[in-house]
DNA sequence: TTTAATAGGGACAAAATTATCCCTAATCCC
DNA sequence: GGGATTAGGGATAATTTTGTCCCTATTAAA
């Protein structure tokens, strides 16, 4: 986790949210956790075009703010498993909502962008 | 708008719905839009932390992405008015239910803090 | 006549986020 | 032995986002 210089103002819910899921593959790890991609490697596969240390970072995060439980066995090699918590599958519902508005908004992007184009 | 050196990837929903409200205030102006705080120098006003420079930007961003509309009166001084345009409101119920849901998490995370202390 | 209000651009600085590269240590396979 | 796999830390660089400061031009009010 960086320190950060600027105070944080959560004056409302958007701000909150967004530092919980504001990182770039933060939303889609939640996903993927929740389809059952649970250990690093797996999701590091799973999310080739993410450096692996990012992916560590925002993982890290997301245990921080409660969002996923981290369990280690104690094997060799090492094993990690992250579960969603309790609470981190509340967040399911506000993720899809998103995620189905941004899918829709796509293809009436593409309109408006053809539209300037006149 | 700047120049992104890396390519964006708008693989799921999330990705675009991010680029379009993820930055710092621009779901709080779409709020605040909505309401009938319309001109830039009321907006500004309304959010006194934010830079305006910064807000006129992510006004522009919104703009760009086709979420309002800016309505230049050809006056002096000048006045100028934005106006969610109707596939902006699409967006609303999406941001209210971020907004609860970051409300919620407010008082479970600091629950969460408090363990942590023990 | 100076000051405030209006909307915003340009140059640049600071901060935050994301990416790259190298390192540890144990075990299994060839 | 050499290499792959496992999980992840440290240092640092690149990129993106946000913030600061100064500037234009017009009108009205003090």
Redesign the interface.
């Known amino acids: 986790m960086y320190e950060k210089k600027m105070p944080k103002?959560?004056a409302?819910?958007?701000?909150?949210?967004?530092e919980?899921i504001?990182g770039k593959w933060k939303?889609?790890l939640v996903?993927l956790i929740n389809k059952g991609v649970r250990r690093p490697s797996e999701l590091q596969r799973a999310v080739p075009?993410a450096s692996r240390r990012v992916l560590d970072l925002q993982l890290r995060e997301l245990e921080f703010?409660?969002i996923i439980k981290r369990v280690i066995y104690h094997e060799l090699p090492p094993k990690v498993e992250y579960f969603l918590t309790e609470?981190g599958e509340?967040?399911l519902?506000?993720?899809a909502?998103?995620?189905?508005?941004?899918?829709?908004?796509?293809s009436?992007?593409e309109q408006?962008m053809e539209k300037k184009q006149d």
Do not use: R, T
Request: charge should be negative.
């Open positions: 103002s959560f409302c819910g958007m701000a909150i949210i967004m919980i504001g939303s889609y996903y075009s703010h409660g609470f509340s967040l519902p506000v993720v909502a998103m995620d189905k508005w941004g899918n829709e908004y796509q009436v992007f408006l």
